[in-house]
Structures are given as C-alpha cells and as structure tokens.
C-alpha cells in the first residue's frame, strides 16, 4: 500500500517550508517521530525498504488510533482502497514529519533515491472533470480542489480509461483522482523542451 513512500517523501523534503496546520495531523506525526527517534539504535543500519515498511505500519495504526479526531478536520482516508489511499496518507502525514523530524525522513528516504536519476516520481491531484478534448492527442482537463484548472495529456492505456472513455461527452463534473508522471518532451513549435501531466490511473471518487 505504502511502497511508493520513499519516493514521495524525497519530494516532500523539496518542499520543507510548508507548514501543515492540523493539530490531530501533528499529533500523528509527533508520535511517528517520536517511535523512530526512540529506537533510533535499532533502526539504525537497516535497509531503506526495511525503514519504509517500519513507517508505513507506523502511519497506519496512528491514523487508527487518531482517525476520529482527524475526521472532524475532514481528513479521511479508506485504507481498505489500497495503495492510491496510502499514497495519499503518506504524502500529508510526511509534510507534518518534516516540522518534528527531517533528519528521520531523509534516513527513510535513503541514499539509493538519489542514486537513480531516471526514477520517474507519480504524483496526484482530485479534483472535477471539466472535459476531454483534442483529435489524434487527448487532453483531459480538471478542476482540483482548489479551484485551478490542470490539463493532463492521454498518451497510454490507465486505470480508469475505459470509464472515462464510456463517459464521452458526458465527462463534466465527474469528481475524480488522478495519478500523474511529469512528462518531459521536445517541442518543435517552441524549440525548447517543455513538461506536461502524463495521466498514469485515474479514480473515480
């Protein structure tokens, strides 16, 4: 469920300055810390996968035991939907850690990350269909969460494709989560190499 964590936590400590203001949220992360902090001897030499399997039981009973009081700040997750939920707890659990203990997420993390330049980092957005649209290229827009409309370019078979296909036109206002790669790519109009979203699976929530 978890075992893209130590890929999302190298993108997280990019990102240390934010702050994350859920007091039940911190809690959970102050207690993760705290159990890797204390048996810092134990863990110490263990294996990069050995140390993200140790966080991921660990995020998993603390949001258990903390799931009533992250609820009524409206967070929520169903593990019971595997790895896409995981992700997704990970990712905000791990920009609270960063408050209480980076030198733990970077020890999580492991040298061996860096070590791969070519690791391909799958990121994710919910939002609202907007539409799909294009003629030998499709590009599927969404509202997200916060009001910004993102465009995703559909260049392979995903998750969720046929759904979205069946849909036709009827794509508007369909709440969906969308997992992504960042695609880079020559563009010859613009002389220059240019990024775009690469949808990778697609939910329908």
């Known amino acids: 469920m978890l075992k893209r964590i130590s890929t999302l936590l190298i993108a997280l400590l990019s990102f240390g300055n934010i702050v994350a203001q859920d007091s039940a949220l911190d809690k959970m992360a102050m207690e993760i810390c705290e159990y890797f902090n204390k048996n810092e001897k134990e863990f110490k030499g263990m294996s990069t996968s050995d140390l993200t399997a140790k966080l991921g039981v660990q995020m998993v009973q ?3 035991k903390y ?5 009524k700040e409206g967070i929520n ?24 203990c980076p030198d733990v997420l970077m020890a999580i993390a492991g040298d061996e990350e860096y070590e791969d ?20 290229l499709y590009v599927v827009e969404l509202k997200d969460t916060d009001g910004k409309i ?3 370019v559909w260049l392979t078979n995903f998750e969720g494709s ?4 069946d849909l036709g036109n009827d794509v508007k206002g369909t709440k969906v989560g969308v997992s992504y790669t960042n695609l880079e790519y020559f563009s010859p109009k613009l002389k220059e190499y240019i990024v775009r979203k690469k949808i990778t699976r697609l939910e329908f929530l």
Do not use: H, P
Not at 162 to 165: A, E, G
């Open 150 to 152: 993102q465009k995703f």
């Open 67 to 71: 799931k009533d009081e992250l609820a």
């Open 117 to 136: 330049e070519n690791e391909v980092v799958e990121l994710y957005l919910e939002g609202t269909l907007k539409k799909v649209s294009g003629e030998d």
């Open 162 to 165: 046929d759904r979205l296909i």
């Open 77 to 100: 997750y169903d593990l019971t939907k595997g790895r896409s939920e995981g992700e997704k707890m990970g990712a905000k659990v791990g920009v609270s850690m960063i408050k209480f």
């Open 62 to 64: 603390t949001y258990l």
